[in-house]
């Protein structure tokens, strides 16, 4: 079972303009992260297979956690924690809060239960509904709008995990029980030009935007091209074929020392069959990469995106670049997203214009992450969530096959450190 | 419900002598397994928390793989595998069988689920009854009967494993319902003399014994004296108190890195409660030292031993003298084994003669784990089982208080690197 | 003895503009390395106390072979290799040329001897003087002056890595052998406004310059404001007694955790005396901190830099800002460089305008060090020599102390890992 | 220059027995030592090329801080230290004496010079001659014999850790300037029987031994066999070729994981020439492998020592068997030791019964190194001499063809962690 959401949710528009809808927005948010454990047994759940990874467990406390610990202790009147010790059991990084479990830990507590996180989550979803029923202190809505931006990105995260605890056990189990639909041609690239200039870049300040979005601001541009879509596995296997993890100076420094070090000769998930041909491992279990040639290059790290575009002669676009262009799609921007149920990347329709800017995958940019000039970090405990992270970490923009779709924007800056595969990304490319 | 077996195994003696009787012994410690997981959630069996250790589920398919891969393959016609995978899945170190995982994926074997692995068992325990019931060959008997004891030393890992997954879990939950009962008080230390001369050391060859064991052989001893019981929980606070774990003088020299590198400061599962106080955690959960102080100390490594023995002028006795001395007991001996459901050494008893030889803690002796004259490993794969350990590891004697009361014998040899703490290791000094 | 170099050479003005003038810059700069180290021994020379650093010895090797593979061997005829093994024994990180031995080797590089570096230094030197006197290709003429450039950067490394050297040998010997002069006031900080708007960035085009410099393209700044002057010792030392190493809130999450992981409390070389205070150990061996009050705060890293500005509720200027700002200083920019004498920063002048921009400490800007857009890097081998870098490195500015004059320049771009310390970097704030 | 010693000193016979004798020894192994060092620049002198290894220097003036610290400081009124630092900075392990810096800073102690450490010698050798020369207090006497021992274990290591230092520079420079005879026949191996019983192990008090070598004790053998010589390189090969490091059943379970983790696939320093055949980079340079096939194979840890044994279908005698099969060889014996210069292990001779029992290589015995009954350590901070490292160590007998003649006896034990390789060690193999 894997349709895990309603139609309705697939374009960029929805987001919550009264408290009455930002309750509708919570509880289908809410709903939508337990519909995500539906394939999953209480022993998966406990998984925490890379250093990346949180088992689902705790994503389930914490996302929990996060309403508690922000919204329901400071602006409900008499709301008592669950929990006494879930105050600091759950909190993952805020150090202005309470002091953290080491984060390898998470998958030592089988206790709590499942039993009893479900409990904790229906605690809290009930006093949310309650604070929201009533006339909520702006800042409590405020907060509680985060959490659920915060919820999607957990849900995100939930399905990196799930597929790397999958993938690292060797049975290789499915999370999603139908198998992929098979894809071996994409349309050729074509280059579109911008004309780049003074642009405005950030969000422009109605519906929600992390911290990190603001405030927008003036960046001058000099005249750019896109590719029309994203780099495909067949390319892929191209640069491979021509010798692409052997030959240093196609590579970062840091990046080279990291395929040595870390014997990587394919991207993540790639392996050899027993027929010794290359497989695909998926959410829905393996595919041979024959069949998925046409597929979008998935869980490649920032120095094999940027390795692949010097070989190509190309280069990454910055997040301006990036970001500019996305503006020029008209509303609403629709894209292969979680509620699609297709949990991979597609191959790109063969239509005009820019191809799969938001959703199937993340697109690394050349872009360090970095705030904005004006930069201003959330007042208090949520100033932690974004700000402290703006080192060693490249942007990446437009959302994948696992984000829900309400969770993304033109604006929207992701971010991972450049050595990390185990996320959806992929890269686009920028010609020079 | 901690009340794990019959009171009948509580001594040393109960070993099958017939088919039938092993047929019985089987069945025995096959339940006495699932008797020891009822406290347990299936999240509870998922857990790794140190190195050493391995999930309670991994514990229940490694054994139930020995008996499919020693005695079901080669012996039982017609004979298939549960699942083919399992063959390499739930391999521990066994080179000669095949590959296996990594130790620390362990904890990410969700699937199989615990329902899987119990179909596994039963599949496996009705395969054996069907062979022993018939006329089984007798290397097949012989094997059953490792594999059966075996299954015995994985119960007491797991009793070490669930110890340290409850105690990394902050919640610091307790496996044993009832609290134990206090103890402040043990008997004075009495010095007991042994001639020593040329003494015969190792296995007679009635009954069941380890390769390493064997074989029996003359060993010289000078005149040695034991204490008459274990060091406790108050003698080791005085160590402390006098400065033990600062004085670099009382340390092997590797014994000392490893306490700078590992801050330790006192054995482990002490800790400091909110008054400041020394707590003891438990199996029944955690205890004021002061209440405790009677009771051997517990959990210390091979370098806290030989440092406390040095501070108190005295030394640990060879595995020699041990055994020799051990001999001297009447039989049946008796002890407090896994049996008695305390899960936790308790203080001597103020009889005569020695106390507290079997049963209660390990005995870390000065003796490193070596072949005996004119050892020979089992032959085939099953040799992998003692002899490649035989480097720089220490020898232990005489079970704990969570080992099996059949498990043991005067000829034991328990091993274990210097430097682990998990496991229910105590000391007994010798005088110079 | 430590006046290394003639007072002509302080400001930033010397650059060659013919073969001739080249001629005399290459034998000005070969001579100044061998002056630098005429304080050291043969021993000293062989030293390499923490992963950053190589051996003097080496960086005497590796600016020779820099020459030799990139000039002498492609465009002088008839040029023979001083020694066939010197080829790869002394390439740094070119892997385009050969594989190279283990950085952490060179210290184990006994031989060749330092009679035997020198010796290879005079064939260089003599084939190189040999190639400017005739008349070089145009290529062989860039390539020299790049490798002037690139020994005066070996130059300030070397400078970096005997202070480490002498740091870490307790004996704590002194380079320089004349103390450092008290410093206990610095004039108060002035506020400097600046306007911004769409400025140009990057090198013109006169004189030599890194491919990174390049090319020159239009940035959008808002309107800034900057320190008259770098942060002193004394204004570092407030912050560190405001808990500034105990409060996670004022830094980076990797910063964080390096300050636990590393146990920083201070900057690097600063270390309690026998009586108990702060002292500094300078290239002039230690000294007071009350001393140095006035002086600016060195060996700070970046995640110390960051910090320090969000506690003073600051933050640091962008690579941009510096520049654009440093364009505005009327030429010819004088500092406190290495041709001083000094070797360590010095207090601001009480002067009207920006303060120690040049000299003194290289300031970490809150730019992470990437491709300027439309940045092309050297072709070949000397490719590798900026661009494969661009990746989790941070942009510092405007030389130090230990920088040779000629070498620095308003777009001279600078980058260090920002949990480094042992180079000369310390920090400019910028008003939010 | 190679020719290190007088030809007297190559039998075992030469121990002091007067004060005017211990003056002799003294001397000669002082200047034994700066013999050693005259084919060394000072640069040789600085390296440190693996962490078993110190620099040169560095054992320069340990031997001569042990003199100051345990002789002359307590022993010699009115002895001033050369230097009050030196106190600690050359101390090398004795906890009880001072702290000591790290060990992998002894490669940054470019100063004090070489020079200086010089002098250092001569003043303590001054003050030495001048207690023995007056009647010095027994405890004097006594303590400079071990200092006269000690300094011949650090000759010793002066030569495994310039053989490393030079192997691993890619120079592979020559330490004695003569190459090595051609070596490919050795006599064939003929077994040895012993009659065991109960034997007296350990030193017998007449002349000097180590504290580990005591008490004399009774050990009860059963009857063994031993090979009249050492296995060689040819025998060794031959392992290598039948699958030796491939085959997992074979090796000790730490072996196995050595092999793995460190690649291993021949014994330390051999490497494959340009012309692909195998290579011995020996102290007198590399020689061709087939020229060297008689030699015993040296430099192999216990792990492969061990799985060459099971290999073989042989076992190492224990340290027991050694030294009561060593007790039989009638006096004074001889062997290729230190003086002889060759500085490697040479053929077997074809004489009757026990060959190369001393000198050649070091013998890995199945022993593991433990304090005999009734051992005590040496009083005070010479106590930390040998007893603290008796842990997760195996005994090696017989001397090497560098230890200096006069150091050897048959009860003497030498000790190593059975992963190292850098010493002169081989084996001897026990029949079953």
């Not at 467990?57 to 996302?63: D, I, S, Y």
């Not at 109605?206 to 879509?229: I, K, M, Q, V």
């Not at 500019?324 to 949990?343: C, D, K, Q, V």
């Not at 703006?390 to 924007?409: E, F, K, Y």
């Amino acid at each position: 079972m894997h349709a895990t959401v309603s139609p309705a949710a697939e374009t960029l528009s929805v987001r919550p303009a009264s408290s009455q809808d930002l309750l509708l927005f919570f509880c289908s948010v809410r709903q939508q992260t337990e519909t995500l454990c539906l394939p999953l047994t209480p022993e998966d759940m406990m998984v925490q297979s890379c250093p990346e990874a949180s088992p689902v467990k705790w994503h389930l406390a914490h996302t929990t956690w996060f309403f508690e610990t922000f919204v329901l202790t400071p602006y409900l009147e008499g709301y008592r924690p669950f929990h006494p010790d879930f105050v600091w059991l759950f909190n993952s990084y805020y150090n202005s809060v309470s002091d953290q479990p080491l984060k390898k830990l998470r998958a030592c507590f089988s206790r709590p239960s499942l039993e009893e996180i479900r409990a904790y989550r229906h605690h809290v979803d009930a006093a949310v509904e309650r604070l929201l029923e009533s006339s909520a202190h702006p800042e409590a809505v405020r907060r509680i709008t985060i959490g659920v931006h915060h919820e999607q990105q957990h849900q995100e995260l939930l399905a990196y995990d799930v597929k790397n605890a999958f993938w690292v056990n060797p049975l290789h189990a499915a999370y999603r029980s139908e198998p992929l639909a098979v894809a071996t041609e994409a349309p050729p690239v074509r280059w579109i030009d911008f004309p780049g200039g003074l642009v405005e870049i950030g969000h422009r300040g109605e519906g929600f935007s992390f911290d990190n979005e603001r405030p927008r601001h003036r960046h001058y541009l000099e005249p750019y091209t896109l590719a029309s879509r994203l780099v495909t596995c067949g390319e892929y296997l191209d640069f491979m074929r021509d010798g692409g993890y052997q030959r240093p100076e196609l590579w970062l420094s840091e990046g080279w020392e990291t395929v040595k070090a870390q014997q990587w000769s394919a991207p993540l998930y790639w392996f050899h069959g027993d027929d010794g041909e290359w497989q695909l491992f998926t959410l829905a279990g393996a595919m041979p990469l024959a069949a998925m040639l046409a597929t979008p290059v998935c869980h490649v790290s920032y120095f094999e995106a940027d390795a692949f575009a010097r070989w190509a002669g190309k280069r990454l676009p910055t997040e301006q670049e990036w970001e500019a262009a996305a503006e020029t799609i008209p509303e609403p921007a629709t894209g292969n997203f979680l509620e699609s149920g297709e949990l991979h990347p597609m191959p790109a329709s063969s239509g005009a214009g820019l191809q799969q800017m938001y959703g199937d995958l993340w697109e690394w940019t050349a872009s360090a992450y970095l705030g904005y000039p004006g930069f201003a970090a959330e007042p208090g405990a949520l100033g932690e969530y974004n700000g402290k992270f703006m080192c060693n970490q490249m942007v990446l923009r437009g959302g994948s096959a696992v984000t829900p779709a309400s969770h993304i924007r033109s604006t929207y800056r992701n971010f991972f450190s450049p050595d990390t595969r185990w996320q959806f990304a992929g890269l686009r490319l920028a010609n020079r």
